[in-house]
């Protein structure tokens, strides 16, 4: 057999965990890595609009499978990624970051080339790529095997994202060592634990849930990360406690399931009833570690009693202040699951319901009006993008039907990740409809991956919901500042103009049109994008006390 190119290889070795596309831009010194995808057969090439755009992919698929590739030039390609990468570490989305550097012998020799800053440093880019990424390596010919395992089982033991660097001349060079043929995803143990730690977390995390009169759980998308989403809900059907999320981990559990209580989000709670059972409960089991950030937290609204809190995290448990370290996540959920005992059915005394459904016919539409039938048309299966913005608001409280699931960004936050987000999560998806809902400000910073997506031929079901304004900015702020307003487009026109076939398209702005389209989309097997008009003026800010006491904590009054 001849022996592969080190780019072959590396593309070959990272297949093997499952993946099947990739993400990216082709450019001239990542040539190798490019042809090796199309000669690949298990890969297809995924030609995003630009590398931004690419990382956003990458993200949306590897939430669904798991793991993704993400291909880049040096400089100008990778630093483009940069910020979609860091919101894959931030959600702790492992995303393989392959990118093609100059060769070493235009290096030694000190030759200046392009995508450098005039210069021969060619080694400005590698800390901020790896930085960005949390794990990395530079292949060569002969460090390729060794490097690329270690950078595989850290990016998964660790859940985030990795750079590798292969020169051009590396990537085109053969492989020298043995190559090594690895396992699907879901057949790899990611994380081992210390056994006597474990059996000690085990151990004290049983005596608090005995002990406990009225416990509950919270639990958090880290769990789905690393692949742990039927454990959870096996272990909470058999401990029976109320559970809550977080905004930001929306998705991380089957919100039909009997224990579901709703979002725990501070004040902002939903039901509201849902703040005082987590914080009057004499035992919180934190399945994931809740990040307690501004907008996780109903801008600090929360008062979670840490001495009353136990949490899972990916590779330690807190309880109050013991530590217990290397205790994997899934060892720790396995070991409940064999122990615990079931307790009785918890009793949920106010349940997330449907939203209720407004108006009707030439009513005009408003997200009162919106979201109820949105909701009424998630099927099992379905998946939900949800964009940071007004729309996330909405969509964070609003229950799910059983077994659809949701994707969002709202840790990291950065607008127009949910178009090529969408591109990956159906591209990654191998049954059920993704439906995504996006502010207009925040689509187009990212619109230009629709034609991307007719190209390849996906069908989401796209809601573009058209204020005119980045109105989500004006509930933390004052309304009517010029740089909240932004250019008005005729959304519904853009599949047509980006080359996409058959997309079923609107502009709604009554609850007649709307129903009338939603009809359609049920019926029809392929795409569909609709401009939802929604008044300007709903995006009143918020109280002044309630800005005014995020303000005060972000900026403590002197004195
Ligand atoms: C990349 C990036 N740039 C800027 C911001 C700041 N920002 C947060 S939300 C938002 C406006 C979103 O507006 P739109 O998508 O129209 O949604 P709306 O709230 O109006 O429904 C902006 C500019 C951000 N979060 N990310």
């Known amino acids: ?13 990272l297949a093997q965990l499952g993946i099947d596309k990739v993400f990216g831009i082709p450019g001239d010194y990542a040539f190798s890595i490019d042809d090796a995808v199309e000669q690949i057969p298990a890969l297809e090439w995924v030609v995003c609009a630009n590398e ?43 995303v393989f970051h392959l990118v093609g550097m100059p060769s070493e012998r235009l290096q030694v020799q000190n030759l200046i080339t392009h995508h450098n800053l005039g210069d021969t440093n060619y080694s400005r880019f590698v800390p901020i790529s790896s930085t960005a990424a949390g ?73 608090r849930l005995e002990k406990a009169k009225n416990p509950v759980a919270i639990v958090t998308a ?17 401990i029976n ?16 399931i009997p224990q579901f209580i709703g979002l725990y989000h501070g004040d902002f709670s939903n039901p509201a009833s849902v703040k005082q059972v987590i914080e009057s409960a004499d035992l919180v089991l934190d399945i994931g570690g809740i990040i307690l950030a501004e907008l996780n937290a109903g801008l600090f609204t929360d008062n979670l009693d840490r001495s009353r809190m136990i949490s899972i995290r990916d590779n330690h448990v807190q309880i109050d202040t ?92 950065s607008i127009g990740w949910a178009t090529p987000a969408t591109l990956g999560v159906c591209l990654a998806k191998k049954s059920g409809r993704t439906w995504m809902v996006t502010g ?43 740089y909240d307003d932004i250019a008005r487009l005729n959304y519904h026109l853009l599949p047509e103009a980006f080359g996409c076939k058959g997309w079923l398209t609107a502009k709604v702005g009554t609850v007649a049109e709307l129903e009338d389209i939603l009809g359609k989309i049920e019926k029809h097997d392929g795409a569909a994008y609709i401009q939802v008009l929604i008044p300007e003026s709903e995006s009143q800010p918020l109280p002044a006390e309630v800005i005014d006491r995020d303000y005060k904590l972000r900026v403590p009054p002197v004195g």
């Open 440 to 482: 207009d400000g925040s689509h187009q910073l990212t619109l230009n991956e629709i034609g991307v997506m007719g190209r390849y031929g996906i069908k989401p079901v796209i809601f573009v919901i058209n204020n005119d304004i980045y109105g989500v900015e004006d509930f933390f702020s004052e309304r009517g500042h010029v």
């Open 222 to 238: 880290l769990t789905a990360r690393y692949g742990l989403r039927d454990q959870v809900h096996e272990l909470l059907s058999k």
């Open 52 to 94: 931004l755009n690419a990382a956003y992919a990458a993200d949306g698929y590897a939430r669904i499978r798991g793991a993704a590739i993400l291909t880049t030039t040096y400089g100008v390609g990778e630093l483009s990624a940069i910020n979609g990468v860091m919101g894959s570490l931030t959600h702790r989305v492992p």
């Open 322 to 413: 013991k530590v217990f370290v290397n205790t994997a996540i899934d060892d720790v959920l396995a070991g409940l699951l064999a122990k615990v005992t079931t307790r009785a059915q918890a009793v949920v005394s106010e349940k997330v319901d449907l939203l209720p459904l407004l108006d009707s016919g030439n009513d005009k539409l408003s997200s009162a009006n919106f979201y109820p039938r949105l909701q009424r048309c998630l099927k099992s299966g379905d998946t939900m993008v949800i964009e940071t913005g007004t729309c996330m608001m909405h969509l964070n409280p609003m229950v799910l039907p059983e077994g659809v699931g949701a994707e969002g960004q709202g840790l990291w936050g």
């Open 1 to 13: 057999m001849k022996t592969p190119t080190v780019a072959e290889y590396v593309l070959t070795r």
């Open 241 to 256: 406690l109320p559970t809550a999320i977080a905004p930001a981990e929306k998705g991380s559990l089957d919100e039909s």
């Open 135 to 207: 794990v990395s390596a530079i292949l060569t010919p002969t460090n390729c095997v060794e490097e690329l395992e270690r950078v595989i089982r850290e990016a998964l033991r660790l859940s985030k994202p990795a750079y590798i660097a292969i020169s051009e001349l590396s990537g085109y060079s053969p492989l020298v060592g043995t190559p090594v043929t690895g396992k699907p995803l879901a057949e790899i143990k990611r994380q081992q634990s210390v056994p006597q730690e474990l059996e000690n977390a085990i151990g004290s995390i049983l005596a």
